[in-house]
């Protein structure tokens, strides 16, 4: 009988401690979540007003900083395509220009040939016993030419008209009645132009118009 009263005393005893031990770790809990709680009583989260809840004077600030806003992105959108198609214009610019000039090099090794193929048919034209031979000559230049224009190459117009410094280079003026003054008599070398650029000037001479008169003496 003795045993078995002291083993209740045991298990109510087991029992408070159990209960001891359940009460000092809510404490425990409480201690821990008792800052968080401080800290959320002094920094509360902002509230988000839904629209049913906003003034007429907040619903028109509202839509005045949207427009604002839509604008700038719009302004911003408008600029940078304005500039990117800048870009893709410049670059197409600089493949024309690139394939319109690639062979200019080559075209000026070409010309002193055209030269040499004008001096020839010159002299030819002097000659009466070679018509055959200026035939040659002239069909040969103007296949040549031909195959030159087809890359844009175009002779400098220079005889008859005024002297222009952009595309003529005077070698000399001379006294010449039968053209105005400023124009060119004599074309000594052609020039050329690869589309629409001067490769070569032409080589002019200049008239300086009627011959001064001397005063008469009496």
């Known amino acids: 009988m003795a045993r078995i009263e002291v083993k209740g005393v045991e298990d109510q005893q087991k029992a408070?401690?159990?209960?001891?031990v359940g009460k000092e770790k809510e404490k425990a809990?409480?201690?821990?979540?008792?800052p968080e709680k401080k800290a959320k009583e002094k920094s509360p989260e902002k509230v988000v007003k839904k629209a049913e809840e906003m003034t007429k004077q907040e619903l028109l600030k509202k839509l005045t900083d949207s427009q604002e806003e839509a604008e700038k992105n719009y302004d911003l959108y408008t600029r940078t395509y304005a500039e990117m198609e800048n870009i893709k214009k410049r670059g197409i610019?600089?493949?024309?220009?690139?394939?319109k000039y690639?062979?200019?090099?080559?075209?000026?090794?070409i010309l002193p040939v055209?030269?040499?193929?004008?001096?020839?048919?010159?002299?030819?034209?002097?000659?009466?016993?070679?018509?055959?031979?200026?035939?040659?000559?002239?069909?040969?230049?103007?296949?040549?030419?031909?195959?030159?224009q087809k890359a844009g190459l175009n002779e400098v117009g220079a005889l008859g008209k005024?002297?222009?410094p952009s595309f003529h280079e005077s070698v000399s003026q001379?006294?010449?009645?039968?053209?105005?003054?400023?124009?060119?008599?004599?074309?000594?070398?052609?020039?050329y132009l690869l589309n629409g650029r001067l490769v070569r000037p032409s080589m002019v001479v200049i008239s300086r118009g009627q011959a001064p008169k001397e005063e008469e003496t009496i």
């Open 114 to 148: 055209l030269d040499n193929l004008d001096k020839a048919i010159s002299h030819a034209q002097n000659d009466e016993n070679s018509p055959a031979l200026l035939e040659g000559l002239e069909l040969t230049r103007d296949g040549l030419m031909k195959v030159l």
């Open 102 to 109: 690639a062979n200019e090099s080559l075209i000026k090794e």
């Open 16 to 20: 408070e401690g159990f209960e001891q």
């Open 93 to 99: 610019k600089e493949r024309e220009e690139l394939a």
């Open 29 to 34: 809990e409480d201690l821990t979540q008792e």
């Open 162 to 164: 005024p002297f222009d």
């Open 174 to 191: 001379q006294i010449d009645d039968t053209v105005a003054p400023g124009h060119v008599i004599m074309e000594l070398q052609k020039g």
